[in-house]
């Protein structure tokens, strides 16, 4: 079985400052591992993936994840964020190989002026 | 198409009418998965296709839902008998392949039994 936390429900930060959202999983296989935004009234879109390799990982709109196997964690990260990131951000880990997600909570990146 | 559309976006019903959520994948794609949010919760999963197979239904919380793709592109999920508990938001998935990796999501069916 997997699971996936996700610590913080909120992240309230200023546009331009950075940012990093964080989660961590556990699972007892090797796993994939993805970054999910919900922008309101629009689906699940994704930002970016793990799935072997390097472990930091360069996704769209400027953000990338760093994969630590040892801490189990995939933390993902903005150097200065902009109103428009303001939205629902998923962590998500499947099984290599395996199809379905299971995601965390979420958090709700807010970004104010 | 070129997303995954979802039907209805929204949905209110009465307790213990039966209701159908149609999705259709991306013309395609092998791989369809079924999720439910309810709210400030993460996607759960309930059930996922290969072509028109059910391979995983674990995740359907009783047999009062049930999900079908017969001719292996649109599926319907069905939900028997609603429940106020059944509320929440149903997200539907494909990918290319099984074990693809990347699932593209739809803008989902806000479900509310009233």
């Known amino acids: 079985a997997q699971s996936v936390t996700q610590l913080d429900s909120q992240v309230p930060v200023f546009e331009e400052a950075p940012v990093e959202l964080r989660c961590n999983y556990s699972?007892?296989?090797?796993?994939?591992l993805f970054w999910y935004v919900q922008y309101p009234n629009q689906g699940l879109q994704l930002l970016l993936k793990?799935?072997?390799?390097?472990?930091l990982v360069k996704g769209i709109n400027g953000f990338e994840a760093e994969f630590n196997k040892s801490q189990t964690s995939f933390h993902l990260r903005k150097p200065s964020v902009h109103i428009s990131d303001t939205a629902e951000y998923f962590c998500a880990v499947s099984g290599s190989g395996y199809s379905t997600l299971t995601f965390g909570k979420g958090t709700m990146l807010l970004v104010s002026p | 198409g070129a997303g995954v559309s979802q039907s209805p976006r929204y949905k209110v019903t009465k307790r213990g009418q039966d209701v159908a959520l149609r999705c259709d994948p991306i013309?395609?794609?092998?791989?369809l998965y079924w999720y439910r949010q309810a709210l400030g919760q993460g996607p759960e999963f309930l059930t996922y296709f290969n072509y028109e197979a059910q391979q995983d239904k674990s995740g359907l919380p009783n047999d009062r839902f049930s999900a079908e793709r017969p001719e292996g592109s649109i599926s319907t999920l069905t939900i028997q008998r609603t429940e106020q508990r059944d509320s929440a938001m149903y997200r539907c998935?494909?990918?290319?392949?099984?074990?693809?990796?990347?699932?593209?999501f739809g803008q989902g069916t806000r479900l509310t039994v009233v």
């Open positions: 793990y799935l072997s390799g390097s472990t």
């Open positions: 998935a494909s990918s290319t392949n099984p074990g693809g990796s990347e699932a593209f």
């Open positions: 699972s007892s296989v090797s796993v994939y």
């Open positions: 013309s395609g794609h092998v791989s």
